[in-house]
């Protein structure tokens, strides 16, 4: 799961600013359905059956709850920190260059 988010952040990393928040979501559900999936299949803790797999997801959905908000809310953090850093910056060099001339 962890592959498939660095791919797919791979794939938006040159694309518009909105695809940094689907990119979020989308590795957010891909962590969500490879590893409840990977639990229900190698573990004994869910009847291997089609119920034992809704059942599996279904007990999971308070915890997806929680990845979405913590991934949502530190994909702004970090990447506007970036992007504050980025406008700083540029605004400094711009102030120097006045200051030169």
Request: charge should be positive.
């Amino acid at each position: 799961s962890i592959l498939l988010a660095f791919f797919i952040g791979k794939y938006a990393s040159n694309k518009k600013w909105f695809f940094v928040p689907l990119s979020s979501l989308a590795s957010s559900v891909v962590f969500f359905l490879v590893t409840n999936f990977a639990v229900w299949a190698f573990f004994d803790w869910y009847p291997h059956t089609w119920a034992g797999l809704i059942t599996n997801f279904t007990l999971a959905l308070p915890f997806f709850r929680n990845t979405l908000l913590g991934d949502v809310f530190y994909t702004g953090v970090l990447f506007g920190a970036y992007e504050l850093a980025l406008y700083l910056a540029a605004k400094r060099s711009a102030k120097q260059a006045t200051v030169q001339i």
